[in-house]
Structure formats: C-alpha cells, structure tokens
C-alpha cells in the first residue's frame, strides 16, 4: 500500500518487474491487460493493451 498526497486512500500499487500468470480458454489467443503508472503525485490514464498468448 502507497500513501499518495492526491489519493483519499492508500493504493495498492507494484513496482519494478511483474509476472503475470493465469490460464486462458482453449483456442484464445490473446488476453487484454490493463494497466495505469503513477507516481508520488499523479496517476496517468489507465491503458488497455492486447497481449498475443501462444499456445503451449
């Protein structure tokens, strides 16, 4: 939890490298991720990319 000056309540944020895991449909090749960067005084507008899976 991040306490930012603009923010009524701390946020949960990640820093650094993350890893995503998670299991998709058979015969989807893609999930959406959306996420959005902020720092000690703002957040910017969330983004929503389209990230291609291969399947294994």
């Known amino acids: 939890m991040l306490d930012l ?3 009524e309540r701390p946020l949960s ?3 650094g ?3 995503i895991e998670g299991e998709i449909a058979r015969g989807e090749t893609g999930v959406s991720l959306t996420y959005q960067a902020c720092d000690e005084r703002r957040c910017l507008p969330a983004i929503t990319r389209e990230v291609a899976v291969e399947a294994p």
């Open 17 to 19: 490298t993350q890893r």
């Open 13 to 15: 944020v990640y820093s």
């Open 5 to 7: 000056a603009f923010a």
